[in-house]
């Protein structure tokens, strides 16, 4: 099963992903970056689709290439 995991460095804190997918994601409220909102979320293709958006390509989801 493919792990999913938040590059908080990379972040830009942009919330695409919040938009996209609400019950993975939030902003963290001190630095207003991505994190996950539960860390055993499945992925789904809705996670990997948020994870496509991704301006900062932050959204790492294990096994998967997401920079191509």
């Given at each position: 099963?493919?792990?999913?995991?938040?590059?908080?460095?990379?972040?830009?804190?942009?919330?695409?992903?919040?938009?996209?997918?609400?019950?993975?994601?939030?902003l963290?409220?001190?630095?207003?970056?991505?994190?996950?909102?539960?860390?055993?979320?499945?992925?789904?293709?809705?996670?990997?689709?948020?994870?496509?958006?991704?301006?900062?390509?932050?959204?790492?989801?294990?096994?998967?290439?997401?920079d191509?």
């Amino acid at each position: 099963m493919p792990a999913l995991a938040i590059d908080s460095y990379r972040c830009n804190g942009c919330g695409s992903c919040c938009e996209m997918c609400p019950e993975v994601f939030g902003l963290t409220p001190l630095t207003s970056r991505a994190q996950l909102l539960n860390p055993d979320q499945e992925v789904t293709e809705d996670v990997r689709r948020a994870a496509a958006f991704c301006p900062k390509k932050c959204i790492l989801v294990s096994g998967e290439d997401i920079d191509a």
